[in-house]
């Protein structure tokens, strides 16, 4: 083994503790990576940053702007709003649902094709009294299988064609995942919709049909006002027989995060609260307490204006900021009431509260001022949403130069990269989408993440270091065949994805697998197809995908709650996806 294969396993090693641990986001990681592998001479500085133009990066950023283009064209609204028009037909929603989003998957961003059903889903959870925990870990997943089926349905996809582009000297074209994803998702989509009910654990709020979702425990802060009965009450008196729990005192401008229970409490105390929307509003109603709205100080009667809960999702800029550094009421003029963080708990003001992925936020405003906010921020509104239909001619312009870039990508008129850019432009010079909202949709993360991680997967094969795994792995193959290594590449990317962003397991992987398929004197392609699969599921964790992450908190998950379902779907896929690749796509060279 020599010097510069020894400093490229130490780097990547260090990478994938880094991004299991998480204590940095995945992109600082990635290119903390891409500047080791510079600074260390594996990758000359001249080629350093060449992987943010890689055509891979480039299709990633246009697929993200034309999925945000369909969303804000009507065209899934339209079919949302026939969903909820089948009343509480519960078994057929589920099912639609689920379907729905596996279709969409295909042709949109994973989180993007998510966030468009998660308000319709809460709003039928709502409806038919079922528990909103049945539904968007299923939907999550679908979410997954769905993107499995075409060239753009998922990152790592479009990672895996460019690498077939290098050994084939074509890359996989839009349909030729489907062949094999289509019937993996079919597999999958049964798996979750048959067996969701008994490996989906139920959280159950107790809310009424009707009234605010209560999603998880609430983090929000009530003052004592003189007129207010609790004054010099001890505090335990005052949470008898409440579910709320006071987790901070603030006094005279000074907090308190181990409050005991016979403390005295004093007028202008100011109370850190944690609990379900109903406890917090009986406490407000039992002894005339009132809810500080954080955006500037004031403070609000929960009667007085509208109340909204809007969930954070990945990409979104509110992420790693507070309330008072984004100036919610001076800028928008609402308020933020209350943080829900599933398994967490915050001790934090409200206002000093580090906005994070899955966070639900508890709005207070004027309907418009708070609509306006949260698609300024880039939120999800989880209460009752009124979907907006686009105009005919919007659907079917979205539908149209959608449809276009498809065509061009299917039949070789353009590479992938330039029909989706092309598209993209097209629909911002249509008006389907603002150029701001343009740049919005682009998720800067992921596209820092492959631009960085493109090079130090590069360094793997100039080091030597994938011929060497490829050496490792042909050696355990020796005892068995081609067709294991292909499941053993798909379980072990699998269960990489769980733990780190699929996108670099897929960057990082699909050397080796051509390395391998090379040493084996096998065709590459059933390899990387088993590269692809595998990085798409990633149903182990909440980490694991930003899909399983965004219905972390409106679902009420805990961090174990994911595998139960979720090994049972990768076995189901891993059987499936084995077959479909050996028969599509034959080992022999």
């Known amino acids: 083994m020599t010097w510069d294969q020894v400093t490229i396993f130490v780097i990547l090693a260090l990478a994938l503790v880094m991004f299991a641990w998480g204590k940095w986001r995945y992109d600082l990681v990635a290119v903390l990576a891409l500047l080791a592998v510079t600074i260390t001479g594996l990758v000359e500085t001249e080629a350093a940053f ?4 890689h055509p891979a990066v480039v299709t990633v950023v246009a697929v993200l702007v034309v999925s945000k283009g369909l969303e804000q064209s009507g065209l899934v609204d339209l079919v949302s709003r026939r969903l909820i028009s089948l009343g509480d037909r519960g078994t057929l929603q589920f099912f639609l649902l689920i379907s729905m989003v596996t279709v969409t998957s295909a042709f949109i961003n994973n989180v993007g094709s998510l966030a468009l059903f998660l308000p319709v889903a809460l709003r039928v959870s709502r409806e038919t009294g079922r528990s909103p925990s049945r539904l968007l870990m299923p939907m999550a997943f679908a979410s997954l299988l769905g993107g499995l089926t075409t060239l753009i349905g998922t990152p790592p996809n479009i990672i895996i064609a460019t690498f077939r582009k290098d050994v084939a000297g074509t890359p996989f074209g839009m349909f030729d995942f489907s062949a094999v994803g289509v019937p993996v998702a079919l597999v999958g989509l049964l798996v979750v919709f048959f067996l969701a009910g008994r490996l989906v654990p139920e959280r159950r709020s107790g809310s009424e049909p009707g009234t605010l979702f209560e999603v998880a425990m609430y983090l929000t802060e009530l003052r004592i006002p003189d007129s207010s009965e609790a004054t010099g009450m001890l505090l335990g008196r005052l949470l008898e027989g409440s579910d709320a729990v006071v987790v901070g005192l603030v006094r ?6 181990e409050v005991a229970m016979f403390t005295r409490l004093a007028a202008d105390d100011i109370l850190i609260v944690e609990g379900d929307p109903a406890a917090i509003e009986r406490l407000l ?7 500080v709205g954080r955006g500037a100080g004031e403070e609000s009667n929960i009667g007085d204006l509208k109340l909204f809960e809007a969930v954070v999702p990945p990409a979104a800029h509110i992420v790693g900021r507070t309330a008072t550094s984004m100036r919610l009421r001076g800028r928008y003029g609402v308020n933020l009431l209350g943080v829900a963080r599933a398994e967490e708990r915050i001790h934090k003001r409200l206002a000093q509260v580090e906005f994070a992925v899955g966070d639900v936020l508890l709005i207070q405003g004027p309907d418009q001022a708070v609509r306006s906010a949260v698609a300024d921020l880039g939120l999800l509104m989880l209460a009752e949403r009124e979907l907006t239909l686009g105009r005919s001619r919007r ?16 039949t070789g008129l353009l590479p992938v990269e330039v029909a989706f850019s092309a598209a993209a432009a097209a629909m911002v010079l249509t008006r389907l989408i603002t150029l701001d909202a343009a740049y919005r949709a682009v998720d800067l993360p992921i596209v820092v993440l492959l631009g960085a991680m493109l090079p130090v997967g590069a360094a793997l094969e100039t080091t030597g270091a994938a011929d060497l795994v490829a050496e490792w792995v042909v050696g355990v193959a020796e005892f068995s065949s081609p067709e294991v290594v292909v499941v053993l590449l798909m379980v072990v990317v699998m269960f990489l994805s769980d733990v780190i962003n699929n996108a670099a397991a897929a960057v990082l992987v699909a050397p080796i697998a051509i390395h391998v398929a090379t040493a084996m004197e096998v065709s590459a392609d059933p390899m990387l197809m088993a590269v692809a699969i595998g990085a798409s599921m990633s149903l182990l964790t909440p980490i694991g995908h930003q899909s399983n992450l965004l219905v972390m908190a409106p679902g009420g998950y805990r961090f174990g709650d994911y595998w139960r379902l979720g090994i049972v779907v990768e076995a189901a896929v891993v059987a499936t996806a084995t077959v479909m690749i050996l028969r599509v796509w034959p080992l022999a060279a």
Do not use: N
């Open 252 to 257: 005279d401008g000074h907090t308190v995060t």
């Open 50 to 53: 060449l992987g943010f133009g």
């Open 395 to 410: 659907v079917v312009l979205g539908a149209g130069i959608f449809a276009a870039a498809v065509a061009a990508t299917s």
């Open 285 to 291: 109603e039992r002894f005339g307490l009132v809810l």
